[in-house]
């Protein structure tokens, strides 16, 4: 009898510029599933899925912006942004159970 059960994983990601995509990996307790880049337009969610066999007990999945540099944020002459690119989460759903607000706790 096998203690793993496989799961699926379906992520809600946005872009908050059309200027520049944001390129992704997202890793479940440290393997890679997914290397990507949002293709829609800004603040428009595009959705990701994998399977992962998964163990009992504590997981971490993580979701790794890679393309971001210093020049992706402009400042005004305050020091206050008035641009940035973000990757925005806006979902996380495992087994079509959405995480909601649990997704920050």
Do not use: R
């Amino acid at each position: 009898m096998s203690d793993k059960e496989t799961l699926h994983f379906k992520i809600g990601l946005s872009s908050s510029s059309d200027k520049k995509k944001p390129k992704f990996i997202v890793s479940l307790n440290g393997n890679q599933y997914i290397d990507s880049q949002i293709t829609t337009d800004a603040q428009v969610p595009e959705f990701f899925e994998f399977d992962a066999e998964i163990a009992e007990g504590e997981c971490q999945l993580v979701i790794e912006f890679v393309n971001k540099t210093v020049y992706d944020t402009v400042l005004d002459a305050q020091g206050n942004i008035v641009d940035d690119l973000l990757l925005n989460i806006e979902s996380i759903e495992i087994d079509d159970i959405d995480l909601g607000s649990l997704c920050w706790t």
